[in-house]
């Protein structure tokens, strides 16, 4: 029953992201007031998470793991600022895309890194997915990208596999929550301190969807944290490639973007690449 971790989490984060869109879409509302007001939230409910599960907070203090944990917090505050900043300029059924060119190097790098993560159908499986989801956004020659959000592009598929990698490494140690509470409290500083103005655009309505969309954030990463325990990177990032399919038919009905068929189409790859390595493993 494992597998119901990723699944379930790429419901809950993909539910996030088109509430995250709504609020962007809110007039004085920008990917600075969204980081700098909503990621205290978030940790909020991250703590409130931890008081919930109560796991070790620092089950290592080894040289070695704090080390590849502070790695772990630039990259996560980057990768923020840069997803953010472009889902203010994007659509979001366009940015999911740019987000699945991720998972091509996190597949191909820890198949490399780790031999527990080296099976042939996962590997075979997890590209057919990412690839088809990426061919259904491939639309007259291109792809449909504003320039805020080549950054994010370029920066995702360099940093992407190291995040991995290091996130696979520390949930050997730690518990999702626990890492994460102590990843998200560097973060959310750095957060508040970039953008502490934006507090002044604080609404009753901006503060709600905040909430909501910061709650689903938080059950999607404690259960993709255990995803990665239990069923490893690849598999992980196979079952997590539904999201991108799950957020497009969101952005259909909530945001009413274009329909293509393609993405359609893509979504039964995905199914089918999915329960082939269910059955084949």
Do not use: C
Not at 158 to 180: D, G, R
Not at 221 to 244: D, E
């Amino acid at each position: 029953m494992h597998f119901l971790f990723p699944l379930v989490g790429s419901v809950s984060q993909g539910t996030s992201f088109v509430i995250d869109k709504t609020i962007l879409s809110m007039r004085r509302v920008s990917f600075r007031t969204h980081i700098g007001v909503g990621f205290p939230i978030y940790w909020l409910m991250l703590l409130g998470a931890f008081f919930i599960f109560r796991p070790t907070l620092f089950p290592s203090t080894d040289i070695y793991y704090l080390g590849l944990m502070g790695i772990g917090i630039l990259l996560s505050l980057a990768t923020n600022i840069f997803y953010y900043r472009a889902l203010d300029a994007d659509e979001l059924s366009d940015l999911e895309i740019v987000d699945l060119f991720r998972n091509i190097p996190i597949i191909i790098v820890t198949s490399i890194l780790f031999a527990d993560e080296r099976n042939p159908i996962l590997f075979a499986a997890g590209l057919a997915a990412s690839l088809a989801v990426i061919w259904s956004h491939w639309q007259r020659g291109h792809f449909s990208m504003q320039k805020r959000t080549v950054p994010f592009l370029l920066w995702g598929i360099a940093a992407a596999p190291i995040s991995a990698a290091i996130a696979k490494v520390l949930l050997a140690v730690w518990h999702p929550v626990a890492l994460f509470l102590i990843q998200d409290t560097f973060v959310t500083l750095a957060a508040m301190y970039l953008y502490q103005r934006e507090f002044k655009k604080i609404t009753a309505k901006l503060l709600g969807l905040l909430i909501l969309s910061s709650a689903l954030s938080v059950g999607g990463w404690i259960l993709f944290g255990l995803s990665y325990q239990r069923l490893g990177v690849v598999h992980t990032t196979l079952l997590f490639s539904l999201q991108p399919l799950i957020v497009y038919f969101a952005s259909l009905i909530i945001l009413k973007e274009p329909h293509h068929w393609k993405k359609t189409a893509a979504f039964f790859v995905v199914l089918a690449a999915i329960l082939a390595a269910e059955f084949y493993r």
